[in-house]
């Protein structure tokens, strides 16, 4: 399983990283949907501050978000099926039990990196 972290002006977070079609428990927690994409610079597992690029690590972030159970998130809701198009290619979840800090996480998260599929939350 590979990690990467997002990392904020406060706060840093250690995703673990799946391909599409992983099949997840009824775990909560916080989630970004990537796009691969090649990268050029190095194999570092930080993420730019720039918001969009995953660093060195080739992947973009198409869109953050938050769920009570990963296993009925997934594949049911409709941002997953436009991540699809967009190009999405794995899924990086945070393990995160309390509704409360996820909804803060996952608002922190959004505010800072403002992924494109994210705009109305911003």
Not at 31 to 56: E, F, I, K, P
């Amino acid at each position: 399983m590979e990690m990467f972290y997002l990392e904020t002006d406060v706060n840093r977070y250690g995703f673990a990283v799946y391909p599409v079609g992983t099949v997840f428990g009824s775990v909560s927690g916080v989630y970004v949907l990537l796009a691969s994409r090649a990268s050029t610079t190095g194999d570092s597992s930080y993420l730019c501050l720039d918001g969009r690029q995953v660093g060195m690590t080739g992947y973009e972030i198409l869109y953050i978000g938050m769920a009570g159970s990963f296993r009925y998130r997934f594949y049911h809701h409709p941002t997953f099926l436009q991540a699809g198009k967009e190009g999405m290619s794995h899924i990086g979840i945070l393990k995160v039990s309390s509704g409360r800090k996820r909804r803060k996480i996952e608002r922190e998260l959004v505010g800072f990196f403002e992924p494109p599929m994210n705009r109305y939350l911003l």
